[in-house]
């Protein structure tokens, strides 16, 4: 189709882009924003399908589709007007497809963002007339401010339509191109100015919050889902909110903070925050995603007062607002280079979002525990937790997903309802719980103790350490110890081993073992004494070779064709070789038109060398096609069913 303007993406795009690439084909409904659309009296079927073409002439967000095939970036296209499809279901048993069918089709297909574009509507009619209007939204185009915009253009029309008048509805003054375009004129230093901001940040990112908890042999892939609604606890959150005069999110992130440390044992604890960029960016209004989870850290390691937490916690909600405007996929790559640094993954996958949802409400007067449906899908998205509060009119919800790798059922239960308790014990002015007396009040089972050496101000696990070090094949033994050098392994090889290929092996082994930490220096024994000693840290003198395997040059050839590289060492990780994160699913797309499947857009982005990620990579049986890889408003809430995303410093800055 041609195409009307075109630029680069939004920045806020690019956290749904690559978050969208990351799950399965199959499971990319759960990013997908679902609501039953209420309708004026008088409605009918035509005045919806007349409305929603005038809202496709109006905004170039619902006809823009996405070339991630484009060099040097990829681009948003805006499509010329056309009408938008309307689905129509019955509920009449007339021989098709019922409703429910329709609705769940509509909702379940994963969004094609080369050809969809970004809205779905179908309209169910019973005799004829129309009853309902579902709409399915792609969470890369929308949020809780752009929905909030339609909804308003979309109320206008169908007024006007029903009482047969004029539409009145005044210019759009912000598309996404024009953001696009906006974005990508801005001067260099302001930019590099607002990521140093996230550097620093990521620098103090602890490696793992859960690395004391965490089992992935337990049950892998299970996860669980639960809810507490808990009608005192709005009035509670904003009485704290209104005494330290902070907004209610800095509020929730406090307890959130505290009682994360609680459960995990650590006294540094960080978490993905949803901020929104619109103020920061200028463009409040624009009809596209502007929020992405931002890295939050929280230092308790001198055990503070409740009060001091919930300062804290609000300067970390400012400082995220006034940063919020850069490219996502520059923090991705601030992530993977810092775990190169560390020599382990700098995990922060736990995700913290603040909801209104007012004037609905919660529909109970007492506090209500539920068991929801496992996740399954959200579990494919790396995450390893997602904590959700949501304010109605006349109530809180706390909502938790959580992988059974980091916590069980009863983990889970205790973790909402100790929330909870430690907001109502502040709801007396007199109270001030320190983190460890809060910790108490939650009443976790503690986490297993487990050996750690402290080393640079990291926890390590010597033997995990050892163990992966051990995968190698090369290798007979392994002891780890610590000294002045840093983290020491005196390995004992069958076969010629350099500390280089012991480097390059942990580096990603310590993926894959929690609290495993590449060493900082190798002392290599022959196990037959035939050789002498070698010793380093394993830095290489020369790139590695490429091994004798089609996938390591297959993965090293589609790296550098779709980043512009003229090289690729395997030894490197993605991002060290020169890759960026906003081309990752280019690079997917490229292995599976190879007829290679099994990485993914966290496999790719993290710190694992090039060559160790070629253990995962597999014969899909056939080369892909080359190519990018209720009720109420509608609202997004990270997926699922319609709930409104907003709070300042999470959502879209509508806190109060």
Same mark, same amino acid.
Request: charged share 25%; glycine share 8%; proline share 8%.
């Given at each position: 189709?041609?195409?009307?303007?075109?630029?680069?993406?939004?920045?806020?795009?690019?956290?749904?882009?690559?978050?969208?690439?990351?799950?399965?084909?199959? /499971?990319?409904?759960?990013?997908?924003?679902?609501?039953?659309?209420?309708? +004026?009296?008088?409605?009918?079927?035509?005045?919806?399908?007349?409305?929603?073409?005038?809202? $496709?002439?109006?905004?170039?967000?619902?006809?823009?589709?996405?070339?991630?095939?484009?060099?040097?970036?990829?681009?948003?296209? $805006?499509?010329?007007?056309?009408?938008?499809?309307?689905?129509?279901?019955?509920?009449?048993?007339?021989?098709?497809?019922?409703?429910?069918?329709?609705?769940?089709?509509?909702?379940?297909?994963?969004?094609?963002?080369?050809?969809?574009?970004?809205?779905?509507?179908?309209?169910?009619?019973?005799?004829?007339?129309?009853?309902?209007?579902?709409?399915?939204?792609?969470?890369?185009?929308?949020?809780?401010?752009?929905?909030?915009?339609?909804?308003?253009?979309?109320?206008?029309?169908?007024?006007?339509?029903?009482?047969?008048?004029?539409?009145?509805?005044?210019?759009?003054?912000?598309?996404?191109?024009?953001?696009?375009?906006?974005?990508?004129?801005?001067?260099?230093?302001?930019?590099?100015?607002?990521?140093?901001?996230?550097?620093?940040?990521?620098?103090?990112?602890?490696?793992?919050?859960?690395?004391?908890?965490?089992?992935?042999?337990?049950?892998?892939?299970?996860?669980?889902?639960?809810?507490?609604?808990? +009608?005192?606890?709005?009035?509670?959150?904003?009485?704290?909110?209104?005494?330290?005069? $902070?907004?209610?999110?800095?509020?929730?992130?406090?307890?959130?903070?505290?009682?994360?440390?609680?459960?995990?044992?650590?006294?540094?604890?960080?978490?993905?925050?949803?901020?929104?960029?619109?103020?920061? /960016?200028?463009?409040?209004?624009?009809?596209?995603?502007?929020?992405?989870?931002?890295?939050?850290?929280?230092?308790?390691?001198?055990?503070?007062?409740?009060?001091?937490?919930?300062?804290?916690?609000?300067?970390?909600?400012?400082?995220?607002?006034?940063?919020?405007?850069?490219?996502?996929?520059?923090?991705?790559?601030?992530?993977?280079?810092?775990?190169?640094?560390?020599?382990?993954?700098?995990?922060?996958?736990?995700?913290?979002?603040?909801?209104?949802?007012?004037?609905?409400?919660?529909?109970?007067?007492?506090?209500?525990?539920?068991?929801?449906?496992?996740?399954?899908?959200?579990?494919?998205?790396? /995450?390893?937790?997602?904590?959700?509060?949501?304010?109605?009119?006349?109530?809180?919800?706390?909502?938790?997903?959580?992988?059974?790798?980091?916590?069980?059922?009863?983990?889970?239960?205790?973790?909402?309802?100790?929330?909870?308790?430690?907001?109502?014990?502040?709801?007396?002015?007199?109270?001030?719980?320190?983190?460890?007396?809060?910790?108490?009040?939650?009443?976790?089972?503690?986490?297993?103790?487990?050996?750690?050496?402290?080393?640079?101000?990291?926890?390590?696990?010597?033997?995990?350490?050892?163990?992966?070090?051990?995968?190698?094949?090369?290798?007979?033994?392994?002891?780890?110890?610590?000294?002045?050098?840093?983290?020491?392994?005196?390995?004992?090889?069958?076969?010629?081993?350099?500390?280089?290929?012991?480097?390059?092996?942990?580096?990603?082994?310590?993926?894959?073992?929690?609290?495993?930490?590449?060493?900082?220096?190798?002392? $290599?024994?022959?196990?037959?004494?035939?050789?002498?000693?070698?010793?380093?840290?394993?830095?290489?003198?020369?790139?590695?070779? +490429?091994?004798?395997?089609?996938?390591?040059?297959?993965?090293?050839?589609?790296?550098?064709?779709?980043?512009?590289?003229?090289?690729?060492?395997?030894?490197?990780?993605?991002?060290?070789?020169?890759?960026?994160?906003?081309?990752?699913?280019?690079?997917?797309?490229?292995?599976?038109?190879?007829?290679?499947?099994?990485?993914?857009?966290?496999?790719?982005?993290?710190?694992?060398?090039?060559?160790?990620?070629?253990?995962?990579?597999?014969?899909?049986?056939?080369?892909?096609?080359?190519?990018?890889?209720?009720?109420?408003?509608?609202?997004?809430?990270?997926?699922?069913?319609? /709930?409104?995303?907003?709070?300042?410093?999470?959502?879209?800055?509508?806190?109060?």
């Amino acid at each position: 189709m041609p195409v009307s303007r075109s630029a680069q993406l939004c920045w806020g795009q690019h956290y749904h882009l690559l978050r969208y690439h990351q799950v399965p084909e199959v /499971s990319r409904h759960e990013a997908h924003i679902k609501a039953e659309y209420p309708l +004026p009296d008088g409605c009918t079927t035509e005045h919806v399908r007349r409305a929603l073409n005038h809202l $496709v002439r109006r905004h170039e967000g619902l006809r823009t589709v996405y070339d991630l095939d484009a060099h040097p970036w990829p681009l948003q296209r $805006v499509e010329p007007p056309a009408p938008l499809p309307l689905h129509e279901a019955t509920t009449e048993d007339d021989g098709t497809p019922p409703p429910a069918e329709v609705i769940r089709r509509l909702s379940d297909t994963a969004f094609d963002i080369t050809r969809d574009w970004p809205l779905r509507a179908c309209a169910v009619t019973t005799g004829g007339r129309l009853k309902r209007l579902h709409l399915v939204f792609n969470h890369l185009s929308f949020d809780d401010v752009s929905l909030d915009v339609l909804c308003h253009d979309l109320d206008a029309v169908l007024a006007a339509r029903t009482e047969d008048r004029p539409v009145t509805l005044a210019p759009v003054a912000q598309q996404p191109v024009d953001l696009a375009r906006y974005e990508a004129a801005r001067p260099a230093g302001v930019v590099e100015a607002a990521l140093d901001h996230w550097r620093g940040e990521v620098r103090r990112l602890p490696d793992d919050v859960f690395l004391r908890r965490r089992d992935p042999h337990r049950a892998p892939g299970a996860a669980h889902a639960a809810s507490f609604t808990v +009608p005192s606890l709005l009035a509670t959150a904003r009485a704290v909110a209104a005494r330290h005069r $902070v907004w209610p999110s800095a509020v929730h992130l406090a307890a959130y903070a505290v009682t994360l440390a609680a459960y995990t044992g650590e006294r540094a604890v960080a978490h993905r925050m949803y901020t929104s960029q619109r103020d920061a /960016s200028g463009f409040p209004s624009v009809l596209t995603c502007m929020s992405y989870p931002t890295p939050a850290v929280l230092d308790l390691r001198d055990d503070p007062p409740f009060s001091t937490v919930l300062r804290r916690a609000a300067d970390r909600v400012g400082q995220a607002m006034a940063h919020a405007h850069i490219p996502y996929d520059r923090l991705l790559e601030f992530i993977a280079q810092e775990g190169l640094r560390r020599g382990r993954p700098v995990r922060v996958a736990s995700e913290l979002n603040f909801l209104d949802n007012a004037p609905l409400s919660c529909r109970t007067r007492r506090d209500r525990f539920t068991w929801n449906a496992a996740p399954t899908d959200w579990t494919t998205a790396a /995450s390893d937790l997602y904590f959700r509060v949501y304010e109605w009119s006349d109530g809180i919800t706390l909502a938790l997903q959580a992988v059974e790798e980091v916590m069980d059922r009863d983990a889970a239960e205790r973790f909402l309802r100790g929330y909870a308790r430690l907001l109502a014990a502040h709801a007396d002015p007199g109270t001030d719980l320190t983190v460890g007396q809060a910790a108490e009040l939650a009443g976790f089972t503690p986490a297993a103790e487990r050996p750690l050496l402290a080393v640079a101000g990291q926890n390590v696990d010597a033997e995990q350490t050892a163990a992966a070090l051990r995968e190698h094949p090369g290798v007979r033994s392994v002891t780890v110890r610590h000294d002045d050098r840093g983290l020491v392994a005196d390995v004992v090889a069958d076969r010629p081993v350099t500390p280089a290929l012991l480097r390059t092996h942990a580096l990603g082994a310590a993926h894959d073992r929690p609290g495993a930490r590449c060493p900082d220096w190798f002392r $290599v024994s022959d196990a037959g004494r035939r050789l002498p000693p070698v010793e380093g840290d394993g830095s290489p003198a020369a790139p590695r070779p +490429p091994a004798d395997s089609q996938a390591e040059r297959d993965l090293l050839a589609v790296t550098a064709e779709a980043n512009g590289l003229r090289a690729v060492d395997p030894a490197d990780s993605y991002a060290a070789a020169g890759g960026r994160a906003l081309r990752m699913p280019r690079v997917l797309a490229a292995l599976r038109a190879r007829g290679w499947e099994g990485l993914t857009i966290d496999l790719l982005g993290g710190a694992r060398p090039l060559h160790t990620l070629t253990d995962r990579m597999r014969r899909s049986g056939h080369a892909a096609d080359p190519g990018p890889a209720g009720g109420g408003r509608p609202r997004p809430d990270g997926g699922g069913t319609a /709930s409104p995303a907003t709070g300042a410093g999470m959502g879209e800055g509508r806190d109060r």
